[in-house]
């Protein structure tokens, strides 16, 4: 048999040109304008959730497209190759929509995916603790019994467009399960509860999406707010984490390619010395490099996304793990050097590349950090002894 799994089927091609034909048309001036001017991009979202691709994963049944991470990355690329990869792609369908699809019971799939699917719902997703950091097993977060419902109470930091949504994803425990190793249980809250709220964090970030601190301050809520288990949730959140790492090596990617073409498209015909500087090993090298660096990044992101997809999650964990490391190490690097061709005009607001110097740092940080996934290969892959 003829394994063919390294070229793109017609369909993902053409998904991948109306994706970018729909990105092209808002781009990254758009997108700037917009985190400059502290506003959303509702409409960018909104077209996005109509034409089907933010919902591209989630089942059919509940309104989704019924086809892959594979698909929902490549709507993630092509967006962030536009200039305009939004955030919250990572989070509400494929974090979230993930974990409910797989999870919910059939009530909360019908309330909550449809909405997911086509974009007129978002919903955040809310793990990190300033106390816990990249180490979840110290999140406190605690949900107590209150009758039938439930009592949440916790911090988070960091947390991406709550403004934005009408509802979290909140990665808690019970109260039977305060300490020790984690085991997760993951509550929807609606932004609008009482003792719910939050505050913006100043980020030096150009990004219509904003981070904040939540706290839940006795939040009460029905005992359905509970998606899946309360006992096997980790499972639950893994299942989460996977889609989020692809997503992460997505949106990594798609800005290499960005950064890449900005350069290249400069490079062409600046000229200071008799031919375009392009022509200079000392500037071509480093794109060449830069464009292998992001093409094996891509690869393994299809390969993560393709075992994803055939069901098998541990041989994604590697490859996701692995793929947003590889991405984000190639796109901090590709725009790096994008900025360094592009010389005075680098960190100019008229060339768009100096904004991405933070926003591609984000890639080694966030949703794992950089060091925490070569732990995970150096224990996982490797077999070495933990230093924590
Ligand atoms: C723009 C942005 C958006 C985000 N959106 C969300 C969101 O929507 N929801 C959400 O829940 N979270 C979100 N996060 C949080 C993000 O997931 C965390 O910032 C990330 O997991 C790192 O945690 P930390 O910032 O607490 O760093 P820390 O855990 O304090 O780590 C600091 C540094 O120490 C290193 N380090 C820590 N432990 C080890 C170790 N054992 N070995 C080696 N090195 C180690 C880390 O790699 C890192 O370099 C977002 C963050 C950012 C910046």
Not at 72 to 99: F, H, K, W
Request: include cysteine.
């Amino acid at each position: 048999m003829t394994d063919t799994s390294f070229i793109e089927s017609d369909e993902r091609r053409a998904l991948r040109e109306a994706v970018a034909a729909m990105a092209a048309n808002y781009g990254q001036e758009y997108y700037l304008a917009k985190a400059r001017a502290g506003q959303h991009t509702d409409e960018l979202w909104a077209e996005a959730g109509k034409l089907g691709f933010l919902g591209v994963n989630l089942p059919e049944e509940y309104g989704g497209g019924g086809a892959g991470m594979y698909e929902l990355s490549l709507v993630m690329e092509e967006m962030s190759a536009n200039g305009c990869g939004l955030l919250m792609m990572v989070v509400s369908p494929a974090i979230n929509g993930t974990i409910i699809s797989k999870f919910g019971t059939d009530e909360q799939k019908q309330r909550w995916i449809p909405g997911i699917a086509d974009g007129t719902l978002t919903m955040a997703f809310a793990i990190t603790e300033p106390d816990a950091g990249s180490n979840s097993h110290r999140i406190t977060t605690t949900a107590r019994r209150d009758g039938g419902d439930w009592i949440l109470k916790g911090q988070k930091t960091f947390i991406s467009g709550v403004d934005q949504a009408q509802a979290v994803l909140v990665v808690g425990r019970t109260e039977e399960a305060k300490t020790g190793n984690l085991r997760p249980a993951l509550f929807v809250v609606p932004t609008d509860a009482p003792g719910f709220s939050y505050t913006p964090i100043e980020m030096e970030l150009v990004s219509p999406e904003r981070q904040f601190q939540v706290f839940l301050d006795d939040v009460r809520l029905p005992a359905d707010a509970l998606v899946g288990s309360e006992d096997a949730a980790i499972a639950q959140l893994f299942a989460g984490l996977n889609p989020e790492r692809i997503m992460g090596a997505a949106s990594a990617v798609g800005m290499g390619r960005l950064a890449i073409d900005r350069a290249v498209d400069y490079v062409k015909t600046r000229q200071v010395w008799k031919t375009p500087i392009g022509s200079h090993q000392g500037i071509a090298h480093p794109l060449a490099a830069n464009h292998v660096e992001i093409e094996l990044a891509k690869l393994m992101m299809q390969k993560a996304a393709t075992l994803y997809d055939s069901g098998d999650d541990v041989g994604a964990a590697e490859a996701a793990n692995m793929a947003k490391y590889a991405a984000g190490e190639a796109s901090t690097r590709a725009v790096d050097q994008a900025v360094q061709s592009l010389g005075g005009n680098g960190l100019t607001k008229e060339y768009g590349i100096a904004a991405a110097i933070t926003s591609s740092r984000l890639a080694r940080i966030a949703p794992v950090s950089r060091e925490m996934i070569l732990n995970f290969v150096a224990q996982t892959s490797l077999g070495l002894p933990r230093s924590y």
